[in-house]
């Protein structure tokens, strides 16, 4: 399998979950730029989350600022300390999917979820699908382009403060 997902991939993917591809497309642009790999490292994309790490182990991690190397170490830095609990306070590839969601992305545990993105961005389109499946209000404004209900369930109840669903809603019309 390729390590990078075909157009014609994300289409057929898309419509085996009844969602318009250019919906989905708007997602995954906002979370990843439309890509789950760096282009310069070839490392997956990542999003480490100090705030969940310390709600699972009590320790404070410094954030990377949004800078793909510095999330790297401050990933690192935090997997040292506790590496379950790092790859579960991590948002992952193309859908930004955080490692929590495991089981909601169809995985047995974080590690498997965590190593099958790893491989591909198919794989990464496909957890994300199984995600958003996983909790039918969310698919269903997807599928309708609700996108305040759709950022609600995706990004949580602080949606607002980051105009997660403005973005999505500009990033559709664009496509």
């Known amino acids: 399998m390729d390590k990078f997902i075909s157009q014609q991939d994300k289409v057929t993917l898309a419509a085996a979950f009844g969602v318009e591809y250019k919906a989905l497309n708007a997602v995954f642009l906002i979370e990843s730029s439309g890509a789950g790999f760096d282009k310069a490292t070839g490392k997956i994309k990542i999003q480490f989350e100090p705030y969940w790490f310390h709600k699972y182990t009590g320790q404070r991690i410094a954030n990377g600022v949004g800078l793909q190397g510095e999330e ?3 990933f690192h830095h935090a997997a ?3 590496k379950a609990a790092a790859l579960k306070s991590t948002s992952w590839g193309l859908g930004q999917v955080m490692g929590f969601n ?3 992305a169809g995985f047995a545990d974080v590690d498997t979820m ?3 993105f790893e491989q591909s961005e198919y794989n990464q389109l496909k957890g994300m699908l199984n995600f958003i499946k996983s909790t039918p209000k969310m ?3 997807l599928q309708t382009k ?3 209900t ?3 369930y995706y990004n949580g109840p602080h949606y607002k403060d980051f105009k ?3 973005r999505l809603a500009a990033a559709y019309a664009k496509s």
Request: negative net charge; hydrophobic residues 50%; without cysteine.
């Open 146 to 148: 609700d996108w305040a």
């Open 72 to 74: 790297w170490t401050a």
């Open 139 to 141: 698919l269903q404004a």
């Open 150 to 152: 759709f950022a609600k």
């Open 80 to 82: 040292s300390i506790d």
């Open 164 to 166: 997660y669903d403005t």
């Open 102 to 104: 495991f089981k909601a």
């Open 114 to 116: 965590v190593t099958s």
